[in-house]
C-alpha cells in the first residue's frame, strides 16, 4: 500500500528565508505525488505534482519538489518565504484510484 | 462562481439526527470523492464516485452513504450523526480523461464544518 510520512508536524520561518517541508513516501510502484495547500478558512489547492517526467518539479507560487528515488522523499522548498504562504501544507501520493494524504505540515511565517 | 461548492458551511446538529452534506459542481468532471478532515490526521476518503453509476467505498465508510444524483451532485449522508462525526468535509472532483487515472488533479470544495453534540 501506498503511503506519505510528513516529518514536521509545523514547521516556522522567517519572510525571506526559505522553506524546507519534508516528505517520504512509500510505494510499491512507480508513484504520482503530489503537493496541496489549505490556506485558513479552505478548500486544498494543488501546487504542484510528480508524474514520472522531470524529478524537479515546478509549481505555483514560487514552489518546486525534487522526486528522489534513492531517498524516497519529494521535499518541497521555496528559496524566499512570504507571510501568504502561511498555510497547512499536505504530501500527497495517488494509489492508482484514490489519494492518500500525509497528516499535513503547518508553515508559520513570522515578519 | 467556484467550481465546487458544498451546501452548508456549517452545520450543528444532535446525536441522532440524519444529516446531509451537498456538493455540486460545475467542472463537467465525471469523478467526484468526500473526504473528512481532522486534526493531525489529514483527509481521509470516505466515499468516492467515478461516474453516476460507480460508487465506492473509501478507507472510513463506516456511518455515512451517498448518493450520486447527477454527474453533478454528489450527496453525503450520515444517517443518525455521532459526536465522533465532527470533522471538516470536503467535497472534491477529478477528471479522468485529461491524463492517467492517477495523476489527476482533484480540486476541493470550501469544506463543511459539521459539529455533532
Known amino acids: 500500500a501506498q503511503s506519505v510520512t510528513q516529518l514536521d508536524s509545523h514547521v516556522s520561518v522567517s519572510e525571506g528565508t526559505p522553506v524546507l517541508l519534508r516528505c517520504n513516501y512509500s510505494s510499491s510502484y512507480s508513484p504520482s505525488l503530489f503537493w496541496y495547500v489549505q490556506h485558513p478558512n479552505k478548500g486544498l489547492q494543488l501546487l504542484l505534482k510528480y508524474t514520472s517526467a522531470a524529478t524537479l518539479v515546478k509549481g505555483i507560487n514560487g514552489f518546486e519538489a525534487e522526486f528522489k528515488k534513492s531517498e524516497t522523499s519529494f521535499h518541497l522548498t521555496k528559496p524566499s518565504a512570504h507571510m501568504s504562504d502561511a498555510a497547512e501544507y499536505f504530501c500527497v501520493v495517488s494509489d492508482r484510484k484514490k489519494l492518500v494524504f500525509g497528516t499535513g505540515t503547518r508553515l508559520l511565517v513570522s515578519p | 462562481d467556484a467550481d465546487v461548492t458544498q451546501t452548508p458551511r456549517n452545520r450543528i446538529t444532535k446525536t441522532g439526527k440524519r444529516i446531509m452534506l451537498e456538493c455540486s459542481q460545475t467542472k463537467g468532471h465525471d469523478r467526484m470523492y468526500w473526504y473528512r478532515q481532522d486534526p493531525g490526521l489529514g483527509l481521509r476518503l470516505i466515499y468516492y464516485s467515478f461516474d453516476v453509476k460507480d460508487i465506492n467505498k473509501g478507507e472510513i465508510s463506516d456511518g455515512y452513504s451517498v448518493s450520486r444524483q447527477a454527474q453533478a451532485k454528489f450527496s453525503l449522508s450520515l444517517e443518525s450523526a455521532i459526536p465522533n462525526q465532527t470533522a471538516l468535509y470536503f467535497c472534491?472532483?477529478?477528471?479522468?480523461?485529461?491524463?492517467?487515472?492517477?495523476?489527476?488533479?482533484?480540486?476541493f470544495g470550501p469544506g463543511t464544518r459539521l459539529l455533532v453534540l
Open positions: 472534491a472532483t477529478s477528471d479522468s480523461t485529461t491524463t492517467g487515472v492517477y495523476q489527476e488533479t482533484q480540486y
